[in-house]
């Protein structure tokens, strides 16, 4: 993995395939962002003034709308200042003009975190895709016999933020989203592959769990994997965790293993490797 770094700590304190919840999965997702650097667009802020911090976030999904705009102080208590059913751009605007009134009027200063979910890096038409993908998908679990919850997602696109499109251009949209089945321990993940025309868009494909397409390697279990990105002509990078197949009994144990593979899309819908599923396993040697 050129370029990239892996911020143990962080890592160590994030990974627990045993919890995959909404905190869990934050963590995961910014653990997966110190791996690879990706630059500063996700709305969500910490802020502080003279000893009191607090967090400002635009949530997608909300926890019972579309998105919710959130402070949460330190105490954990956590407020929904402004919500939306319909489009989710009107957090993303509330988020940014809640964030300068705290420095501007109340003198915080706030730092922006690293997006974990892509969202804020997409243009209007592609954010508008992703919120009809999400309420279907919310629909779809209030629906089954064992309802389930999407708790998170993560986004890629091929041209993030470019609005205008040339006539007959297409572009890809890759929506992952995680989902829970409440009062259990059923977690999974969906995938849709999207193409976009401009003037309409088309689901390619549905994917049940994605580290399912990934290459598994002698020894190890792929645990999760995240999209990472996609390009025009259909690769896509996921990045994994891995787990060792036996427990490690050596004096220097693996700390957690992390690696990624690109995959590109089969004439059948499925997805097939472009190139080798490399991994690092920290405090071991890379595979």
């Not at 009027?105 to 922006?112: E, L, N, R, S």
Request: hydrophobic residues 35%; charged residues 25%; glycine residues 6%.
């Amino acid at each position: 993995m050129e370029d990239c770094t892996i911020n143990v700590d962080m890592i160590r304190a994030n990974v627990n395939k045993n919890n995959f919840n909404r905190h869990f999965l934050t963590g995961l997702l910014l653990a997966f962002m110190s791996i690879c650097a990706q630059p500063l667009h996700a709305l969500e802020f910490e802020c502080e003034a003279n000893g009191d911090k607090r967090f400002i976030r635009m949530e997608l999904p909300g926890i019972s709308h579309l998105c919710e705009v959130t402070v949460t102080y330190l105490n954990n208590e956590r407020k929904v200042m402004w919500y939306a059913d319909h489009d989710s751009l009107f957090c993303s605007d509330k988020t940014a003009e809640l964030t300068e009134k705290y420095q501007s009027k109340w003198g915080f200063q706030c730092t922006q975190w690293p997006d974990h979910d892509g969202i804020d890096q997409l243009n209007d038409r592609q954010r508008a895709i992703v919120d009809a993908e999400l309420k279907q998908v919310i629909a779809e679990g209030e629906q089954q016999d064992k309802p389930f919850m999407v708790e998170g997602l993560k986004v890629a696109a091929s041209n993030p933020g470019v609005n205008q499109q040339s006539a007959g251009d297409t572009s890809l949209l890759v929506l992952q989203f995680f989902l829970h089945e409440p009062d259990t321990s059923v977690t999974r993940d969906i995938t849709h592959i999207i193409s976009d025309k401009g003037g309409r868009y088309d689901r390619l494909s549905r994917l049940d769990s994605l580290a399912n397409y990934v290459d598994p390697n002698e020894g190890y279990i792929v645990n999760s994997a995240l999209i990472s990105s996609v390009t025009d002509n259909g690769a896509m990078e996921v990045i994994t965790v891995l787990d060792a197949e036996t427990p490690n009994d050596s004096s220097t144990p693996n700390e957690g293993c992390y690696g990624n593979q690109t995959l590109t899309q089969h004439t059948d819908g499925k997805l097939i490797a472009r190139t080798p599923h490399r991994f690092v396993c920290v405090g071991n040697d890379a595979g």
